[in-house]
Nanobody, 115 residues
Framework: QVQLVESGGGLVQPGGSLRLSCAASGIIFSSYVMSWYRQAPGNQREWVAN???????VYADSVKGRFTISRDNAKNTVYLEMNSLKPEDTAVYYC?????????WGQGTQVTVSS
């Protein structure tokens, strides 16, 4: 079956950095658009970034210039490098694999930005 497993979350001070990973199995990873989303308490889940199979990336304005999405098709893994973190980046971060009408979600990893 399809599994997406996120890791790398934690507590970080404002201005700090974290690198999230999402390991996929059960799909032809290189064919999928991979995305990161996040959901803060009381808020709707919001899109953060996409990376296409060929590598082009797109970012939400709120993270542009601070976050970098990348993928390693040999490892079936997508990453989210987060720099200059702000308290408002605090959320559960989810990865998603999309191909046409099919979409699969991971279970999420908590990121807390606080002093």
């Amino acid at each position: 079956q399809v599994q997406l497993v996120e890791s790398g979350g934690g507590l970080v001070q404002p201005g700090g950095s974290l690198r999230l990973s999402c390991a996929a199995s059960g799909i032809i990873f290189s064919s999928y658009v991979m995305s990161w989303y996040r959901q803060a308490p009381g808020n709707q889940r919001e899109w953060v970034a996409n990376i296409s199979p060929g590598g082009p990336t797109v970012y939400a304005d709120s993270v542009k210039g601070r976050f970098t999405i990348s993928r390693d098709n040999a490892k079936n893994t997508v990453y989210l490098e987060m720099n200059s973190l702000k308290p408002e980046d605090t959320a559960v971060y989810y990865c998603k694999a999309s191909l046409g009408p099919n979409g699969y979600w991971g279970q999420g990893t908590q990121v807390t930005v606080s002093s």
